[in-house]
Each structure stands twice: as structure tokens, then as C-alpha cells.
């Protein structure tokens, strides 16, 4: 299987300024030489820029462009069309400049854009909103049939500036050479705002808030958990909120566990509060039992990004078992899958987690003005027995593999 690009970033410790190189999914960083782990965080989307490999001897001029990789549902009449997508788009959009950064990306090393960069650093003019609304009419457009839901999940959104010279033409800094026609004579570089960038990364200590012990967890994990305290912490823009959290105990000492969202909601223009209300929603071949009405309706998502296709079924089928709140509230011992997947998307994809059981396929128009509000999310890890490459929860009908968790590592 065909890992998906990976996007490599030159750093340097904060601690003792060693170099090291990250990865784009990158949360936890543990400097190889001092050992000091930090967790990496910024107050809205990570900044990255191409560094060039000698002084540049003219002027530079750095266009943002915006970045969108995750996974697109969109549901129509004849199901739901998930896929992957990875795109970039100017963030000022310009004639005289690449339309997008193509392979560059996947080909050179970036940096996290700093205040001491040389140059002058173009302000977007193009909001993420107004790119997603763009990227998503190009995306849907061409689809047969009208769309009931459509939704971005496990979205990573990031700023790259490449750098430029502007003369009478403007010319790539890296390859230099000329990236576009002679320029009209009006044209003005220094109209368009800019100026130093004002952003940084932002490096917290991996301890737990409660007890002061070492945080756990992979190099792109977005929740650790304490073990001394036995707590779950969640990442946020300026530390980490505690989580509630359980597992299901395993049946055997040959698991993995996988981490789950629980989320309760309430939801308009449907009946779905409650297990008996699910049976009717999806039409399910079983007759509905005394106590059923007051089982209260939960939705469950994975919370660790995977293809979108297994996104998909993994909600579908754990949210048509509905687990019983019999989890322990401990971290289960044994191998544990990280938290790759925020609550944010996680509660993204609840429409379309709805869309993909609701029966008669007519019933599909209530989700266009349908709103979905969430009040309530518990993160749960389920034991998936190992059998070879095979992972499996017969209980939930679950099933994957080993090497789609891991190329999932990298989506």
C-alpha cells in the first residue's frame, strides 16, 4: 500500500537548539540529544515556509499559499462518495504566481516560519473559509444528483510560503527562474499588505496537570494519558483539558485497543434519542423491546484518523451496536492506539455517520436542514483482537489491519 506524501520539517530543539526533523503530523517532540519532550501547539494553524540554501542576493517576496489534506464525505442519492484530499491554494490570489505548490512539498524540507525571516511576508487576502467553500465546489461539482451532506474530516490546515524575487517578472527563489510573463508596468510588490510574520510555535511540557508525572503517548498523538494518576488529557491551543475516558476490558492479553468517541447529541427534525428510536431510523430487523425507549441514542467515531472508507464503516457499525456503559474508568493495559482525531471533526462527521444507516433511502432530505448539536463526549478504548495482520471486535462488528492503522499515521 502506497503511503501517502509526507511533509518533513527542519527544527531545532527549545531547549538546547539541537537540529532535528519533524514530521507534518507531529504533535509530541522528544529532542534526541537532551531528551526534553515537548508538545507542539499554536493558537489556530501551524505556519510553515521553504528555507532557501544560500543568502538570496535580491529582495524576497513570500506568498502563502493555504493547505488542505483530510478526508470528504458527500452524501447524494446514490450513497456516500468519501475520498482523500490534498490540496494547496494562493492564499493572495495572483495571475503572476504558482496557482498551487504542486510536489515542492513533498520534495524539500520546511521550516516553521519566524519573526527573523528575511523578506517581506504577503498577508493572506484569502480566508480558509473562502478556500474550503472553493475546494469544496470543485470537489462536489461533476457529482450526479443533489447533495444532501457533505463534510471535511480529520482535516490538517497549514499556511507554506515560497519564496519569490520580484523584478520585471517574478522568478522562483529556489530554482530561480521565471514563473511568469513580463509584468504590467503598474504593478506594485509593496501595495499588497504584508510585512514580518507575527506567529510562533508554541511548546508545552508534557506534564500532567493534576500530578506533575510524564505524559505518554506517539509522536502524533493529540490526547496523553498520565499514568500514575490514571487521567487523559486532550490537547488544546494553550495546554490540555482532561478528558473523561474508560475501556472495555479485553477477553484475551492479545489485543489492541483503539480509541473511540461516544458523543450524545441532540438532533432536530428526526426522532433518534433513544435505542428504539435507532431501530425505527434504521430500519433494523428486530422488534422493539420493553426498556429500549429509555436507552439513550449515542453516536460513536473513531478517534484516530484511517481511510475514509473504514471512517465510515466503523462509525456506521459501532453506532448501530450501541456499547453498553460497562468500560472501566482506567487506561487499559497493553498496546494502545493514540488519539490522532479531534473531537471538533469527530463532531463534523456525525451527519454523515447518520446518513450512512438512515432508512428509506427517501428519508435522506431531512439531513439539509437537519442540525446535529453535541452535549456530551466520552473517549472509550475497545479491544480489537490480534490475529496475524488482522485486528477485530466481533462484538461490534470492527475489523482492520495493521497496515491500514499505520498508513493511516500519515494521513
Not at 513580463?182 to 514580518?196: E, N, R, T, V
Not at 429509555?294 to 451496536?321: E, G, M, V, Y
Not at 487499559?332 to 493514540?338: A, D
Request: a neutral charge; one cysteine or more; proline letters at 10%.
Amino acid at each position: 500500500m502506497k503511503q501517502p506524501p509526507r511533509y518533513l520539517i527542519e527544527h531545532q530543539c527549545p531547549q538546547c537548539g539541537a537540529p532535528a526533523v519533524l514530521e507534518e503530523t507531529d504533535r509530541l517532540f522528544t529532542c534526541p540529544f537532551c531528551k526534553v519532550r515537548s508538545y507542539l501547539t499554536t493558537g489556530d494553524y501551524f505556519r510553515y515556509m521553504f528555507p532557501l540554501a544560500k543568502p538570496a542576493d535580491k529582495p524576497l517576496v513570500y506568498l502563502p499559499y493555504w493547505r488542505l489534506k483530510g478526508s470528504l464525505f458527500v452524501c447524494l442519492p446514490g450513497g456516500i462518495k468519501p475520498r482523500i484530499v490534498d490540496v494547496s491554494q494562493q492564499a493572495v490570489p495572483s495571475p503572476f504566481f504558482p496557482a498551487s505548490l504542486g510536489l515542492r512539498s513533498q520534495t524539500l524540507k520546511l521550516r516553521f516560519v519566524s519573526s527573523d525571516g528575511d523578506g517581506l511576508f504577503l498577508k493572506p487576502t484569502l480566508s480558509f473559509k473562502e478556500m474550503l467553500l472553493t475546494a469544496e465546489e470543485t470537489l462536489v461539482s461533476g457529482l450526479a444528483g443533489p447533495v444532501f451532506a457533505k463534510a471535511f474530516i480529520g482535516e490538517t490546515l497549514s499556511q507554506i510560503y515560497s519564496p519569490f524575487h520580484v523584478t520585471d517578472r517574478v522568478f522562483d527563489a529556489i530554482l530561480n527562474r521565471p514563473v511568469s510573463p513580463a509584468l504590467p508596468d503598474d504593478f506594485d510588490i509593496s501595495k499588497l499588505p504584508g510585512g514580518k510574520p507575527d506567529w510562533r510555535v508554541e511548546f508545552i511540557p508534557t506534564l500532567c496537570p493534576d500530578c506533575g508525572w510524564d505524559l505518554e503517548g506517539d509522536r502524533n498523538a493529540i490526547a496523553l494519558p498520565c499514568r500514575n494518576c490514571e487521567s487523559l488529557w486532550l490537547s488544546h491551543a494553550k495546554g490540555f483539558n482532561k478528558m473523561e475516558f474508560g475501556h472495555f476490558p479485553a477477553e484475551g492479553p492479545d489485543s489492541v485497543y483503539l480509541p473511540f468517541y461516544r458523543i450524545g447529541a441532540d438532533i432536530s427534525g428526526i426522532n433518534l434519542a433513544s435505542y428504539a428510536d435507532l431501530v425505527k431510523v434504521a430500519n433494523m430487523a428486530k422488534v422493539v423491546q420493553d426498556g429500549w425507549q429509555d436507552k439513550p441514542f449515542h453516536f460513536w467515531t473513531p478517534a484516530f484518523k484511517i481511510r475514509p472508507q473504514d471512517f465510515l464503516l466503523f462509525s456506521r457499525n459501532l453506532t448501530l451496536s450501541q456499547p453498553p456503559k460497562e468500560w472501566v474508568p482506567k487506561l487499559p493495559q497493553g498496546e494502545i492506539l493514540s488519539v490522532t482525531m479531534p473531537v471538533t471533526e469527530a463532531v463534523e462527521s456525525l451527519k454523515i455517520n447518520l446518513a450512512s444507516f438512515i432508512k428509506p433511502p427517501k428519508m435522506l432530505q431531512v439531513l439539509e436542514n437537519m442540525e446535529i448539536k453535541p452535549r456530551g463526549v466520552v473517549l472509550v478504548y475497545i479491544p480489537l483482537q490480534k490475529s496475524g495482520n488482522e485486528l477485530f471486535q466481533p462484538a461490534f462488528n470492527l475489523r482492520t489491519t495493521r497496515a491500514l492503522l499505520e498508513y493511516a499515521k500519515f494521513l
